[in-house]
């Protein structure tokens, strides 16, 4: 649970200049100062894009899931689109684009 709350922390409520809370943190200092590099400035920005970029995939995720319902009704709105093409247009062939135009309105 420590672990979880050091991603939020970072990532969401500290400052690019004072996220080090966690394990996380300290791996970054350890691996700066191994490459020679001063920690005191590149573990917390390293430290707080990794959680930046954790809690993003989080939240995407979770929007996704919930949204999910209504993707269905999405894709129906563009198969039905899809009918309106010429008949010497296959729409079979747009099956693959219609579901990825769904879930990509879903996830905006």
Known sequence: ?????????????????VAA???TAQNFAEKATEHGHEPKYIAPYL?????????GLVFGLVRLIVSYPDYNAVRA???????QLP???P???????TKFLAAYD???
Not at 91 to 97: C, D, G, M, Q, R
């Open 77 to 83: 709105k563009y198969t039905a689109f899809l009918t």
């Open 21 to 23: 809370t966690g394990r």
């Open 106 to 108: 879903l996830a905006l």
């Open 1 to 17: 649970m420590g672990a979880v709350y050091a991603v939020l922390k970072n990532g969401m409520w500290d400052d690019p200049a």
């Open 87 to 89: 008949s010497q247009v």
């Open 91 to 97: 729409a079979e062939k747009f099956a693959t684009l």
């Open 47 to 55: 430290t707080w894009r990794y959680s930046y970029l954790l809690c």
